[in-house]
């Protein structure tokens, strides 16, 4: 959970390449990439994919696209959840410096737990257990060393000593 997982599609993405799209926690692609699940073709299954692929675009989707190994375009993997964001081709770089200014902006702590929270709340019913959970995330998070130096630079509108950037 230490690291944010990026990556920009320029090209096609077929079988494990969307699998490691799926994985990611923030993708962009330019509007010329292509995807496919094309594991079927070749008579297999792309079952070591399998879940990170479901929890990003479905059961559904993912249903139609391991099925039929159809190609689909930019849009489409917006669509769906595989992608964040499409650009276009010469837009790309500056989207990727765009979201990577704005991760190293922030606490990496903060990020890492933030992960870890989406991990842990995904799927729970909203309930009691739940709702003490992340009582106790924001508690722990708030009384770091990261978190007080961020809370204490906001007050003082000024960059705080843990940011990255």
């Known amino acids: ?3 944010v997982l ?3 599609v320029q090209g096609d993405a077929y079988g494990g390449g969307v699998g490691l799209i799926a994985c990611c926690d923030i993708a962009v692609a330019s509007e010329s990439a292509r995807f496919s699940l ?3 073709k070749l008579g297999l299954i792309p079952a070591v994919i399998s879940p ?3 929890a990003a675009i479905g059961e559904r989707q993912a249903g139609r696209y391991m099925l039929s190994a159809e190609r689909f375009d930019a849009a489409e ?3 769906v959840g595989l992608i964040h964001e499409v650009t276009a081709p010469d837009a790309l770089d500056a989207a990727v ?3 990577v200014e704005s991760l190293l ?3 990496p702590r ?8 989406i991990r842990a709340v995904a799927g729970r019913p909203i309930e009691a257990s739940l709702n003490a959970d992340t009582a106790a995330r924001i508690a722990r998070i708030r009384a770091s060393v990261e978190g007080r130096e961020v809370v204490a630079a906001f007050r003082r509108e000024r960059q705080p000593a843990s940011s990255q950037g």
């Open 1 to 3: 959970f230490r690291r």
């Open 6 to 8: 990026f990556r920009s």
């Open 38 to 40: 094309s594991e079927v």
């Open 52 to 54: 990170y692929v479901i």
């Open 77 to 79: 993997a917006w669509r």
């Open 97 to 99: 410096n765009g979201i």
């Open 105 to 107: 902006a922030n606490g």
């Open 110 to 117: 903060a990020m890492a737990e933030a992960k870890a929270l």
